[in-house]
């Protein structure tokens, strides 16, 4: 590709050579003198001499000003910023060696955490257990120490379901007796039904069997506490009774019991006109789905 620039052709000129009367031939210079390329390279070096004309007057301004020159300070500041980058690269590359070295540790440090956390999870519930425990002693340590009562926990339940019973683990040997009654911290549970060498079967209150002597505290009115599945039925109060709810009902002496035993409270009273007796319906004072630690109360 041909360069473009200026071309100065040659114009045709006759010299006259001194001290003769010839004339020289015509004298020409052709060709090009001054292109594009030339003037990029010019602008270059007065690019140049200009920006380091600007360096020294600002080198010159800060010297006379005493003050630290702005060159300094832009060198300054990217000699502290790469300085700061090289520092983090290599504290990286430190931290991840120092890392994989210490990864087997790790590995093993976690490794004891768990079983510790594992072990500590076993004792926790271990000792929730033991707490349960004495918290269940301690609720029938009192008719224990009032009725000289046999200390029994219960152990199992028909799984038909056909009665409302539960077995415990006390026997004929630790003298258990048929009709003795059963308690537990909140109050009455039922009566032994049958008795073994180890075990005994436990009707609760709540059965249809069950007949238990009552007496409303308040008022000292008497009836009869039927089992009734959910809730015990108190029958045979006299009409004239004036029952409230929340009243407390006890046992009578009987027995099974001896008097003054919580059986529950009076959540609603019936009453017909045509009758002598009214009936209140009862909410047990234990919760006879939760059963754990009873005594039984030898006659």
């Known amino acids: 590709m041909r360069s473009v620039g200026w071309d100065f052709r040659c114009r045709s000129r006759k010299a006259r050579l001194p001290n003769s009367g010839l004339v020289a031939a015509d004298t020409c210079w052709s060709g090009r003198i001054f292109t594009y390329r030339d003037e990029r390279r010019l602008f270059a070096l007065i690019s140049i001499i200009i920006v380091t004309a600007l360096v020294a007057l600002l080198q010159i301004g ?3 000003s005493k003050s630290e020159s702005p060159i300094s300070v832009v060198a300054t500041s990217l000699l502290s910023a790469a300085e700061s980058a090289v520092t983090l690269s290599i504290d990286g590359v430190r931290a ?16 004891r955490l768990r079983s510790d956390n594992t072990a500590l ?13 004495y918290a269940a002693e301690a609720g029938v340590r009192v008719w224990v120490d009032l009725y000289h009562g046999i200390d029994a926990r219960v152990i199992g339940f028909p799984p038909e379901n056909e009665s409302r019973a539960v077995t ?3 026997g004929a040997n630790a003298g258990v007796h048929r009709d003795d009654g059963v308690v537990a911290s909140g109050g009455v549970v039922g009566r032994i039904a049958s008795v073994g060498p180890f075990s005994s079967t436990v009707v609760l209150m709540s059965d249809y069997t069950s007949r238990i002597p009552a007496v409303v505290r308040r008022g000292r009115w008497w009836g009869i506490a039927r089992g009734n599945l959910g809730s015990v039925r108190m029958e045979f109060i006299p009409q004239d009774a004036v029952l409230k709810v929340g009243d407390v009902v006890v046992t009578g002496e009987g027995r099974s019991f001896h ?4 059986i529950g409270t009076i959540l609603r009273t019936e009453r017909g006109d045509a009758t002598l007796y009214q009936t209140a319906i009862v909410t047990p004072a234990v919760d006879l789905g939760a059963l754990d630690r009873v005594v039984v109360i030898p006659r």
């Open 62 to 64: 800060a010297q006379r």
């Open 96 to 111: 991840g060696a120092a890392a994989v070295v210490a990864l087997p540790q790790l590995e093993r440090d976690n490794a």
């Open 121 to 133: 999870v076993a004792e926790n519930a271990r000792l929730h257990e033991l707490a349960a425990q």
């Open 168 to 170: 415990i683990d006390r």
């Open 259 to 262: 008097s003054g035993v919580p």
